[in-house]
């Protein structure tokens, strides 16, 4: 197994209407081994379930000056510049973009091998929960997240994969936009179904250990959690 990836963006589009399997069509078929052979992971792809115009996707790099590399290798190439138009015609924005590191976790166990092109698409589904916190104090949630937080979504049925938070170096690619300025925590887990997202969420409201967590969580937020409900796409290696 390859080492885990220590800066990855996700990824989260606006489609134009209708155009969003379009684009997921032409990435799965001409976009994901043209960046992995120059250095990028394209870890997963997904279909934001409660918005059919959001694209969702992640994507890693062993380093900064890996991701520089790849990014540049890939949007001056000759398949982005055959393909370019039409991805675009495809997109009204593209720029929320957050820029992470790991924290815990490794969303690269699983299949080792990446389905091929017209797979069927999985019912599994991702929650990516983005937590936003007061500037640089993603250290500090860190380990609350870890000794509380973790521990009372896992009893409630989640299975928790990988977190990360702000990777605080600057863009070094600034072609390709990002969020800066943010200071964000981000969690993924898994679940084998909707419906089981659906039974985790009930359990949690019904949880005495997550009620009596709900006001220490409040307190280091300095907004709402945003949670995506995401699922698969059919060549998604994360899934």
């Known amino acids: 197994m390859r080492p885990r990836d220590q800066v990855l963006e996700l990824r989260n589009y606006v489609m134009q209407p209708g155009q969003r399997d379009v684009l997921i069509e032409l990435f799965e078929r001409e976009f994901i081994e043209p960046q992995e052979a120059l250095g990028a992971h394209v870890l997963g792809t997904f279909r934001n379930i409660d918005n059919p115009d959001r694209f969702v996707w992640l994507r890693g790099f062993a380093d900064l000056e890996g991701r520089c590399a790849a990014l540049d290798g ?3 190439g000759d398949v982005w510049r055959v393909h ?10 593209s720029d929320d973009v957050l820029l992470l590191r790991p924290i815990a ?37 860190a380990a609350f997240f870890s000794h ?21 170096s600057p863009n070094n690619y600034p072609r390709l936009p990002v969020r800066e300025n943010l200071t964000v925590f981000v969690s993924l887990a898994r679940f084998d179904s909707v419906a089981a997202h659906g039974a985790h969420v009930v359990a949690l409201t019904h949880s005495p250990a997550w009620r009596a967590l709900e006001p220490a969580l409040k307190r280091a937020l300095i907004a709402p959690t945003q949670t995506l409900r995401l699922q698969p796409t059919a060549r998604s290696l994360l899934r």
């Open 74 to 76: 890939f949007y001056t």
């Open 84 to 93: 370019r138009t039409e991805a675009n015609a495809t997109m009204i924005d």
């Open 105 to 141: 976790g490794d969303v690269t166990r699983g299949p080792a091998l990446r389905p091929p092109v017209g797979a069927p698409t999985p019912a599994s589904l991702i929650a990516a929960t983005t937590y936003f916190l007061a500037p640089h104090g993603d250290e500090t949630f």
């Open 148 to 168: 509380d937080v973790a521990p009372a979504l896992g009893d409630a049925g989640a299975d928790l994969l990988a977190t990360f938070a702000t990777e605080h």
